[in-house]
């Protein structure tokens, strides 16, 4: 399976500000996702990062909050825009190959907003 | 709607004792795909089995195995002679052909506790 990395490994911001996250894959992948994972709480999908479109995102979350850009095939970013203390969470990117319904996933980014 | 239930929040084994982590999940989709990852206390998520939904077969790695039987819609997960090192979060996830297989549902998870 391909590495994943991703910047910042943690970070504390304060209430209004906005982050970018990095998710580098040491191989071209076809799929990437990016997850939240609030504190003691289980994973849930933010959005599909599409390289060269839009991202598709998941219910309840949208491209004002979560802007997020995939610019190659082993690339993505996402931000946590305006950010309040119910942002506050563990925030990951997997991937994924066609043929292969499994994602692996970053070491994630642990976000806390003061 | 598609759910994965993991009843058992919290468990605590002895080391070398045998334990069971319970999965039941619910789908309409005829193909999907059932999954356990594992989340130590480090944090990084390890994906550890892929199940597809028209292979009942069980399936055992060292002292890991799980049992699916779609009868029951269950995917339990078995580690055999417990090891400190399974002190983790363990979660079980669902994904569904029809919608691509793209979202992985998680459950809650069961925290594991290996007393040395």
């Known amino acids: 399976s391909a590495v994943i990395s991703q910047k910042p490994s943690r970070d504390i911001c304060q209430r209004g500000t906005s982050l970018t996250i990095q998710c580098q894959v040491d191989?071209?992948?076809?799929?990437m996702f990016w997850y939240r994972q609030q504190p003691g709480q289980s994973l849930t999908l933010i959005a599909t990062?599409?390289?060269?479109?839009?991202?598709?995102?998941e219910s309840g979350f949208v491209i004002d909050k979560f802007p997020i850009s995939r610019p190659n095939l082993t690339f993505s970013t996402l931000t946590v825009s305006n950010m309040s203390p119910e942002d506050s969470s563990i925030y990951l990117c997997?991937?994924?190959?066609?043929?292969?319904?499994?994602?692996?996933f970053g070491p994630g980014t642990r976000l806390t907003v003061t | 709607a598609q759910k994965v239930t993991q009843a058992q929040t919290e468990i605590s084994v002895v080391e070398k004792e045998d334990v069971t982590l319970d999965c039941v999940y619910e789908?309409?989709?005829?193909?999907?795909?059932l999954f356990w990852y594992k989340q130590p206390p480090s944090g990084e998520l390890v994906f550890l089995i892929r199940?597809?939904?028209?292979?009942?077969q069980n399936e055992i790695s060292g002292r890991y195995s799980w049992n699916f039987q779609k009868s029951t819609s269950s995917f339990n997960f078995t580690i055999t002679a417990s090891q400190v090192v399974d002190s983790a979060v363990y979660f079980c996830?669902?994904?569904?052909?029809?919608?691509?297989?793209?979202?992985?549902?998680f459950g809650t998870g069961t925290r594991l506790t290996v007393i040395p």
């Open positions: 996830a669902l994904s569904e052909a029809q919608t691509g297989a793209n979202n992985l549902f």
């Open positions: 990062a599409n390289q060269g479109s839009e991202a598709t995102y």
């Open positions: 191989s071209q992948v076809t799929m």
């Open positions: 789908t309409r989709d005829t193909t999907y795909y």
């Open positions: 199940r597809n939904s028209f292979d009942e």
């Open positions: 997997s991937t994924r190959e066609p043929l292969a319904y499994e994602q692996y």
